[in-house]
C-alpha cells in the first residue's frame, strides 16, 4: 500500500467521527451525556459541508493535506483534496472510490463487504461504531476545557476496547454546538494523525451528482483492497 493512499484511508476513519449539531449550550456533565447529545444532533443533520486540514506525523516526518468535504444522508459522502490537488474519496453508499491522480490509481470498495465495515461512508453509522469499539472518558477532570481563544470544548479520551490495527488512541474536541471540531489519533507504530474542521454548514443543497464518479479510463483500479493507516 502506497503512502498516499494509506494516508487517504486514513481520513476516512478521522471522518467517521465527524458529528454535526444544530445549537446546544453546555449541558451535561457525564461523558455518556456528551457522546448521547452528538449522536443525536449528528442524526438529525441532512446535508454538511466543511473545509479540512490534516497532518499525519510519523518519525517526526510531517505529510500536510487540506480541502473539503460534502456529506448528504446517510450514506453520500465526497472528501475533495485541494492538497494533493484532484485527490478524492466519493461515495453512493454502496460503493466508495478512492482516486489518486499522481499515482492515475483508483481504489473501488465494495462497502457491502466484511472488509469494508470500518470504511462505511454513513458517517452515522461511522460514529456509532467509534464510540461501540472504544472506551471513552473525559481527558480530564476539568470540563468544558477553554482553549487559549477563550473557547470551550468537552474533550474525550478514546482506547481501542481490543487491540488491533488502526488508532490506539483518539482524542476529540466537541464544540458547545456538540459537534466534533478536531480530532487526533495515534497507531501503535506511533504515526499521528490530527484532523481539524472549519467553516462548517449544515443544511446546503448538495445534489446528488456530485456523488457520482467515473473511473478514467487510463487508470489502475485496485478493487475492493483491505484498507488500513497504518
Known amino acids: 500500500m502506497t503512502r498516499p493512499l494509506k494516508i487517504a484511508c486514513a481520513v476516512l476513519v478521522l471522518l467517521m467521527s465527524t458529528g454535526i449539531a ?25 446535508t454538511y459541508q466543511a473545509n479540512f486540514v490534516i497532518v499525519s506525523d510519523k518519525l517526526g516526518k510531517k505529510v500536510h493535506q487540506r480541502g473539503t468535504i460534502k456529506f448528504k444522508a446517510p450514506e453520500k459522502l465526497l472528501v475533495d483534496f485541494s492538497s494533493p490537488y484532484g485527490q478524492k474519496i466519493i461515495s453512493n453508499g454502496s460503493r466508495m472510490w478512492i482516486y489518486i491522480p499522481s499515482m492515475n490509481v483508483v481504489a473501488d470498495q465494495d462497502l457491502n463487504s466484511d472488509s469494508a465495515s470500518l470504511f462505511s461512508s454513513g458517517t452515522r453509522s461511522g460514529l456509532t461504531r467509534l464510540f461501540s ?75 446528488n451528482g456530485i456523488f457520482k464518479f467515473d473511473i478514467p479510463s487510463k487508470a489502475r483500479v485496485i478493487k475492493n483492497p483491505m484498507l488500513s493507516e497504518e
Not at 444544530?22 to 441532512?46: A, I, L, P
Not at 470544548?153 to 476496547?161: A, D, E, G, P
Open 22 to 46: 444544530m445549537g446546544y449550550n453546555f449541558e451535561f456533565t457525564t461523558v455518556s451525556d456528551v457522546v448521547k447529545r452528538v449522536k443525536k444532533t449528528f442524526s438529525e443533520v441532512e
Open 133 to 207: 469499539k472504544y472506551h471513552y472518558k473525559f481527558d480530564s477532570s476539568d470540563q468544558p476545557e477553554t482553549n487559549k481563544d477563550g473557547e470551550k470544548f468537552y474533550t474525550l479520551f478514546l482506547k481501542q476496547r481490543e487491540t488491533r490495527s488502526g488508532y490506539r488512541t483518539i482524542k476529540l474536541w466537541i464544540n458547545e454546538k456538540y459537534f466534533i471540531s478536531r480530532a487526533e489519533g495515534e497507531t501503535s507504530s506511533g504515526k499521528k494523525v490530527t484532523i481539524d474542521f472549519s467553516n462548517i454548514k449544515t443544511g446546503v443543497n448538495l445534489p
